[in-house]
T-cell receptor, first 112, second 115 residues
Framework: KNQVEQSPQSLIILEGKNCTLQ??????????LRWYKQDTGRGPVSLTI?????NTKSNGRYTATLDADTKQSSLHITASQLSDSASYIC???????????FGTGTRLTIIP | SQTIHQWPATLVQPVGSPLSLECTVE??????LYWYRQAAGRGLQLLFY??????ISSEVPQNLSASRPQDRQFILSSKKLLLSDSGFYLC??????????????FGNGTRLTVT
């Protein structure tokens, strides 16, 4: 069964600090992995996509990594800002009918 | 540029009442359209998707139905709401054709509470 597990469920850090969110998946055959940011009461917005051959990809202060061998991904946020407070959702696409499997997200809270 | 509109933002309906949520996309033609439900502590669940007018695929049998009367309009409906229909409903679109590397573009959702 295709599954995506994210950790931690929630995280609180001080403004300016760094943090790393984790995503483990069992989706097969793998096509790509995408991280979304979802502000409270809003729809998710894509941050970055990673395909099988990519190890690292950055989008501003967000850096995603992918280890396709261990089926793990991480999202690293540098110098956090209050606006980073949101849920971060990991989504893995399978090559079988392009099925998407969503993680339950990590709720990140940045405090001043 | 493309935009997606979803309304209403919040809705409180009694059990047994009908439901109609509407979603429209601007700035693109023949998009793939989706309805998702997001429950607390659970990942997004795909309810319906459509690759063209009148073409609806259902992922989960339930009390809901979807229709696509126009190219860029997607409607989620129910004849009689259940308490279990409460949740956050998200409409999304993606470029037509292969979606391997095409992101989903979500609306801002409708918070439905069935009382």
């Amino acid at each position: 069964k295709n599954q995506v597990e994210q950790s931690p469920q929630s995280l609180i850090i001080l403004e300016g600090k760094n943090c790393t969110l984790q995503c483990n998946y069992t989706v097969s055959p793998f096509s790509n992995l995408r991280w979304y940011k979802q502000d409270t009461g809003r729809g998710p917005v894509s941050l970055t996509i990673m395909t099988f051959s990519e190890n690292t990809k950055s989008n501003g202060r967000y850096t995603a990594t992918l280890d396709a061998d261990t089926k793990q991904s991480s999202l690293h946020i540098t110098a956090s800002q209050l606006s980073d407070s949101a849920s971060y959702i990991c989504v893995v696409t399978s090559r079988n009918y392009e099925k998407l499997t969503f993680g339950t997200g990590t709720r990140l809270t940045i405090i001043p | 540029s493309q935009t997606i509109h979803q309304w209403p933002a919040t809705l409180v309906q009694p059990v047994g009442s009908p439901l109609s949520l509407e979603c429209t996309v601007e700035g693109t033609s023949n998009p793939n359209l989706y309805w998702y439900r997001q429950a607390a502590g659970r990942g997004l669940q795909l309810l319906f998707y459509s690759v063209g007018i009148g073409q609806i695929s259902s992922e989960v049998p339930q009390n809901l139905s979807a229709s696509r009367p126009q190219d860029r309009q997607f409607i989620l409906s129910s004849k009689k709401l259940l308490l279990s229909d409460s949740g956050f409903y998200l409409c999304a679109w993606s470029w037509e054709g292969s979606s391997y590397n095409s992101p989903l573009h979500f609306g801002n959702g409708t918070r439905l509470t069935v009382t």
